[in-house]
């Protein structure tokens, strides 16, 4: 076999070059305007973000006091005060709500990764998970109005908690499923070449493996659920007081920059930006812890 | 060996134990949905008695008369999240484009990502604050310019009325945003790319193979992402209920105020009593069969083109 390669493709005719040239000329012109264009929206996109976060800072900072943490609201025209009562009351909501989700969750998704990979009820129960974690956050604060407050005939932290782990256990679901199929299959057999059990090896290969993958997913859901404010705002409704008891109404940070946001009084409306500020500091805080586990895992 | 052995029945003991509470837990997740499926529809049933399917054309929304109709608010949700995906593809598909097609060196690409995921975080009530503090003292002044210069038009109709479908909707758009940029990402990054190399080293720019090759292919991945944020932006509620209005009536002006399932109910639920609740549950209801029907159409698309929903 020869080693030069002859081709023999016919010459396109001369005169369509200069056509070809014109065209091409264009299409590039063209090409990078649509560059521009996408450049610009980008960039437009990002104006709003930054202007969320200056005003956030600004003028949650600008009036920020550090006995706003630990004291109660102010009433309507009352000067000083602060949201400790709200603060604690997001911890509670949050505790309570993950709680209630993450044993649930991490029970489905082992269901669905160890014990029933790519069977029919898998797919019915994925399916339900990626639905449930499309259903609007306020019908949850229904769903539990309508079974706990109207039969307790009360608002209550329980009630609010239990409306946030609704929408937590969908995130913890999926995200667990998600680091469980990372986890490799060898693992899993040679535990059972070696006598384990199925639980055994759940519990004592798999899980541990796959485990700072799962706190990511529960810190997102946790981040997701303190912002929260739909499903709360008629289930653990809002008080000026500290909580005292699970079935108590409690204030927390979204209800009480809901409630302050819109009112004549200036005080209040700073401390609605400075509980911004906080809320926003919490979710970016937990946001970027849950990044930071799940890179040192990988 | 008798030890053994009865370490060896405990431990098949819980193991059958553990597998049946794995079971439980995942179909407690179905019964869950159907739970509330069910909890919603039962709770609405002596509105529907009352009122049956002529609640969704009734227009007034009277509470003093214990009279309910959903129209206005019906209406409200629609469009107010079709103004918002109309205003959030053109932004999130170019997002989407910016950081899929060879733009940016990985790093900056990183960073962009985070911007987008920051964007994500933020909670919807501080969107809604921002909103009043920022977006409604811009779009007040425009929308009285364009109904005093194009007051013809039935869009412009009505001088705005501070908080309104156009401040509400746009501050919805920034919101599914994310949704938008990251899902069209993931279907153009489906895009082969044997394909792209192909066009490219056959003289194509960048933007004939992005126009002929990566949008035809990802189009239905990016009609699912619209799909499903449709179905975002007509459950979201806080930044609604504090730019929108509350006003339970039609009117074809972007600037005039009006109403929306979700933040009617955020703003009634509290102190609603009798048939009012009843009243409220019936609208739950529409509104869970709105954005789950909707968001089981969009997870068929997705599913179908192999995108993958990213729960952020």
Redesign the interface.
Known sequence: MSATLTVDAPVPAEPRRMDLTRKRRWRSIFSRGMDILVFLFTFAAIIPLASVLYMVISRGAGNFRWSMLWELPPSAGEDGGGFGNALVGTLILVTIGAVASVPIGVLTAIFLTEYSLGSKSARIIRFTAKILSGVPSILAGVFIFGVMVVATQKFSVLAGGLALSILMLPIIILATEEALLRVPRFLREASLALGANRTQTVLRITLPAAGPTIITGVMLAVARAAGETAPIIFTALFTNYWISSLTEPTASMAVLIYNFSSVPYDNMVNMAWSASLVLIVIVLVTNIISHLVANRSM | MWVANKRARL??R??TL??W??????????A??A??AL??GY?SLPAFKQFGFGFLIGTDWDPVDDHYGALPLIYGTLVSAALALVLSM??GV??A???TED?LPPKVRGF?KF?????A??????????G???VIPITTPLGNWLNAHFGWIPLFSTPSSGPGFFPASFVLA?MI?PTV?ALSGAALKATPLALKEGAAAL?A????V?LQISLPIAASGIFGAAV?AL??A?????AL??LIGNNNQINPSLFASANTI?SL??NS??EATGLQ?AA??YL?FI??AL??GI??I??VILERTGGN?R??
Do not use: C, K, Q
């Open positions: 431990s098949r819980f193991d553990f597998s509470a794995t079971f439980l837990a995942g179909w407690g997740t179905v869950l949905l739970w509330i909890e919603v709770a053109p932004l170019a997002i484009i910016f950081l733009y962009f911007l987008v995921e920051l964007l975080a933020i909670p919807s009530v501080i969107y809604g604050l921002w009043i503090y920022v920034i945003l940029a003289g720019t960048r933007w004939d992005i499903l179905g975002r007509m459950g979201e509620t806080m209920a504090m979700a109910l955020a639920f509290g609740v409220l549950m739950s509104l869970m954005t789950l968001n089981a969009a997870e929903i729960h952020i």
